[in-house]
């Protein structure tokens, strides 16, 4: 054995050095080890903090619709929008009435963007009186203003490399609305009452039910803020643009409806379907909902105990529908039921096929490749079934 391997295990090698050395070393070993636990806590902490907040962006996606519904031309153009504008990083400005879905189009946005498992902050405008808003979106120092008792980060850093919803941004305050372009241009924030300027990584995604070119003219928004803004307007259709979406956008309430009322099934009648695809929907989706869930609650309260409810016409309220029409409407085609249950079912088919291809070629003008696009069939396909069910187009001059 080599003199310094012997050295080492000579039990007076550190007879040398001093007990206070000792306590020293042994202090900084326990500081060392201690400081080396806590920093793998908070490390864990972190990374447990950042998957519980993705969790929750993408259950409060789910849980609030999570899909845009509809298979219209509108929905169709509105989602390749989407879809244009989610890949890239830019600012988007979402148009459309009270009660279309705005928020659910910044959602799917946020959602399909590269963002997506960072968080989505949500801030209404509306909601802001004009004193707190700029701190509520840039935050503020301990004694910036009376009852700022302590710091507080505003939304912005809250949403920092993830993504800021400002829902009904036309009613921002205009000197906030200053700050905000700084913030787009330069990416910093100044929080109230400090002097430090801090940057930040968020993409802004605003949404509104006011005409901004209007408001730029009355002097009520900027007119750089709305350029900023504006790189891709989105613009969400009006339910009364997309009639086609009005079955399956209830059918899909019914089945949340369901869920609430504890109910096997929610069914519409036919009547009941026919008067909210002709109802013209002033508060669009947001309206639909609210009228199926009233329906539903309504519904089960006469049906008590039944596990499987249907709601009839009586059941909905709606103060501007055009009741007689519909009514009209639903009772030609419970007539046309009645007399259907007298004859056999191949005759019965043949005269819903005819006059379902006669309404879609009234609304298409005549055209056959308009109305088989719309029912889904091939072209030649429906001109044989035409000729079968014994249905003609005619097309004359008239001079």
Same mark, same amino acid.
Not at 79 to 84: A, G, P
Not at 351 to 373: C, E, G, P
């Given at each position: ?28 070993? !326990? ?25 929750? $962006?993408?259950? !409060? ?20 929008? $989407? ?8 600012? !988007? ?22 963002? @997506?498992?960072?968080? *989505? ?8 009186? +004009? ?16 009852? !700022? ?5 505003? &939304? ?12 009904? $941004? ?8 200053? @700050?905000? *372009? ?6 910093? #924030? ?36 709305? /350029?900023?803004?504006? $790189? ?6 009006? *339910? %009364?643009? %997309?009639?086609?979406?009005? =079955? ?6 019914? +089945?949340?409806?369901?869920? %609430? ?19 013209h929907w002033p508060g ?10 009233? =329906? ?17 016409? +009586? ?20 007539? @046309?039921?009645? /007399? /259907? ?6 005759q019965a088919t043949d ?8 309404? #879609? ?8 490749? =308009? ?9 030649a396909n429906l001109v044989?079934?035409? @000729?079968?069910?014994?249905? &003609?187009?005619?097309?004359? #001059?008239?001079?």
């Open positions: 054995m080599s003199d310094t391997a012997s050295r080492f295990i000579d039990p007076g090698a550190f007879e040398e050095i001093s007990d206070k050395t000792l306590e020293i070393l042994a202090a900084l070993s !326990a500081a060392t080890l201690k400081t080396g636990l806590e920093f793998d806590s908070l490390t864990n902490a972190a990374l447990h903090a950042e998957k519980v907040v993705s969790e929750l $962006i993408m259950e !409060a996606f789910l849980r609030d619709g999570g899909e845009l519904i509809g298979q219209s031309d509108a929905m169709r153009s509105l989602k390749s929008d $989407i879809q244009l504008v989610a890949i890239s990083d830019y600012t !988007a400005l979402v148009l459309g009435e009270t009660g279309v879905g705005k928020e659910l189009v910044a959602r799917t946005i946020h959602q399909h963007s590269k963002r @997506k498992r960072m968080p *989505l902050v949500h801030v209404n405008c509306a909601a802001l009186p +004009e004193s707190l808003a700029e701190s509520e979106l840039f935050g503020h120092v301990k004694g910036a203003f009376t009852g !700022a008792e302590k710091e507080r980060p505003g &939304k912005f850093m809250l949403a920092n490399g993830g993504t800021l919803f400002l829902d009904e $941004i036309g009613e921002l305050p205009l000197n906030v609305q200053s @700050k905000l *372009l700084r913030v787009l241009q330069n990416g910093e #924030v100044q929080a109230l009452g400090s002097d430090q300027i801090n940057r930040v990584n968020v993409r802004i995604i605003a949404a509104t039910n006011r005409n901004l070119a209007s408001e730029i003219e009355n002097g009520n928004f900027r007119s750089d803020l709305y /350029h900023r803004l504006s $790189i891709y307007p989105i613009i969400v259709p009006p *339910l %009364r643009d %997309r009639k086609g979406d009005v =079955a399956l956008l209830a059918n899909f309430f019914l +089945e949340r409806t369901c869920i %609430r009322l504890g109910l096997r099934q929610l069914v519409l009648s036919r009547m009941a379907l026919n008067v909210l695809q002709n109802y669009n989706v947001r309206e639909l909902e609210h009228v199926i869930n009233r =329906a539903g609650l309504l519904a089960k309260r006469e049906y008590r105990s039944s596990e499987v409810v249907t709601i009839d016409l +009586e059941y909905f309220d709606l103060p501007s529908m055009p009741k007689q029409s519909a009514l009209d409407a639903c009772n030609k085609r419970e007539k @046309k039921l009645t /007399h /259907h249950s007298n004859v056999n079912l191949r005269d819903f096929q005819r006059d379902i291809i006669t309404d #879609v070629l009234i609304h298409s003008d005549l055209n056959w490749s =308009a109305a088989a696009k719309k029912l889904g069939v091939d072209r044989r079934l035409s @000729k079968r069910l014994h249905l &003609k187009v005619e097309k004359k #001059v008239v001079r």
